[in-house]
Structure formats: C-alpha cells, structure tokens
C-alpha cells in the first residue's frame, strides 16, 4: 500500500514538474512565432513600400518633364503672346516679319554690290591705257554692283565722239553715282517704317489694357489686385513685344546703313580714279 502510493506520489509530482516546462516550451514558442510573423510583415510592409515608391517616381518625373518643357522659352513666348490680347500681338509679329523681310533684301542686295574696288580698278585702268576701251565697256557690263556700273558710263562716255570731254563726263558720273545711291537706299524706308509702328502698336496695346482694367475696376466696383492684374499684364505684354521688335529691327538697319556708306565711299573713290584715267586718256578732250 505504502508502495501505492509512493508510485502515485511520484507520477503526480513528474506531472506537476512537467506542466511548468511544458508551459514555458509553448510560450517561447508563441513568441517566436509572434516574431517571426512581425519580422515577415514588416519586410512585405518594405518591399510594398518600395513598389510603391518605384511607380510613383516615373510619374513624378512625367510631371516634372511637362513642367520643365514649359519653361522653355519657345513655351514662355507662345503663352506671353496668347496673355498680351492675340489681336495686337499679331500686328506686332506681322510688323516684326515684313520688317524682317526688307532687312534681308537690303542685306542681300547690297553684300551682292560689294566689289573688290582697287582690284576692279587696276583692271579697269590697265584697259585704258591699252587704249581697249571696248573691252573696258565689256568687263564693267560683266561686273555686278554701282562701281561697275559708274565705270561703264564714264568709259562709255570716253568711248564716244560727243561726250568724251572731261566735263561731260564728270557730269555723267556724278548723275549715274546719284541713281546707284539711291538704289542702294531702295526699302530703307519701309524698314524705319515698321521700327517705328512696331512700339507704336506695343503703346497702344498699353492704352487698351488700361482701359480694360479700368472697365473692369468699374464693373466689379473695387479696386483690388486681382481686377487690375489681367489689363495691367496685357498692356506690358504688347509694349514689351512691341519694344523688342523695334530694337530687332534696328540693329538690322544700322548694318545696312553702314553698308550702304562704305559702298558710297567706294563710289567716290572709284569717281576720283575714273577722272583721272580719263584725263589721262588720247580719246579725252581737254
């Protein structure tokens, strides 16, 4: 009996031994559990984070690329432009556009005019004294520009029965020198022309976009920053515009005009050496 229950004594103490460890086993085991499923959520927390973040960035940088193309300054024109009231912008452009036009012909015309004067001139007088008046005339007709031309009549002139005396044929130089400058001058006019219209239409721009800001100062019946902004901006739209087109304009104009007067200076010159040639000429009457 005694043998009983000290078996019995000893199972039940085992049992109560085991119960605590066992207990323990379990909730280690819990919190392992617990740590490693906190450990998995947070690393799909980051990696859902990180896809996040990778497709948020390309249209962050779609927004920023639209915004940065803006700022260009083919946008920033064309949006300043629209702003400044498309009617008087566009008599500012087109102001801006024939102005441009008659620049470029001047340019033209008057870079195809320039000669090499001392060299044209060297030839020319080699003729001369050769007595080859004929193919004088000849290689001045075949020369572009008012030298050439100035030349061809004084031999011309020389060449002839009539008029190859020396008064006569300054008279003829001077007469041709007068209508070549003045060719060279040609559309001149137009170019001071659209210098001036072109602030003028910027200042009138300006007149209208005071008067649309006092119309809308009147109609909203306050004078606050938001009514007067819109015809403010649009009159200092239109003078900006019309302002730098007037000084677009000008630097062109001032290149032609210095053209045009080392091309006088040429023709003086050349007028001086044509006299002299003929003076020195057997066909010239003294």
């Known amino acids: 009996m005694k043998k009983y229950f000290a078996i019995v004594a000893m199972v039940a103490a085992c049992t109560f031994g085991m119960t605590p460890s066992v207990m323990a086993q379990d909730e280690a085991a ?10 998995a959520e947070a690393v799909v927390d980051s990696a859902a984070v ?5 497709e948020a960035a390309p249209a962050v940088e779609e927004e920023v690329a639209p915004v940065e193309e803006e700022e260009g300054l083919h946008k920033t ?8 009231d498309a009617g008087f912008m566009s008599l500012v452009a087109v102001a801006l556009v024939l102005g441009l036009a008659f620049c470029i012909e001047r340019v033209i015309y008057l870079t195809l005019a320039q000669v090499n004067t001392r060299k044209f001139l060297d030839t020319i007088r080699g003729k001369v ?3 080859k008046i004929d193919e004088a005339i000849s290689y001045c007709a075949g020369t572009r520009g008012p030298v050439a031309q100035i030349s061809k009549k004084a031999m011309e002139c020389l060449n002839s029965n009539d008029q190859n005396d020396i008064a006569t044929i300054e008279r003829n130089i001077n007469t041709e020198a007068e209508v070549q400058g003045a060719y060279l001058e040609e559309n001149c ?5 659209f210098i001036a219209m072109a602030p003028s239409l910027g200042f009138l721009g300006t007149v209208i976009g005071m008067v649309q800001a006092f119309d809308d100062i009147e109609r909203a ?8 902004a819109g015809g403010m901006k649009v009159a200092l739209i239109t003078t900006i515009f019309g302002i730098v087109v007037a000084l677009i304009l000008q630097v062109f104009y001032n290149y032609i005009l210095s053209r045009i007067e080392a091309i006088n200076s040429n023709m ?7 006299l002299e040639m003929c003076v020195k000429s057997p066909k010239c009457k003294k």
């Open 221 to 228: 019946g306050d004078i606050s920053p938001t009514v007067v």
């Open 30 to 39: 819990e919190a392992a559990t617990e740590q490693v499923v906190d450990s």
């Open 189 to 193: 006019s137009w170019i001071t022309l």
């Open 50 to 54: 990180d896809s996040v973040a990778e």
């Open 268 to 274: 003086e010159e050349t007028a001086m050496s044509l």
């Open 129 to 131: 004294e050769a007595g």
């Open 77 to 84: 024109l064309k949006t300043k432009f629209i702003e400044g």
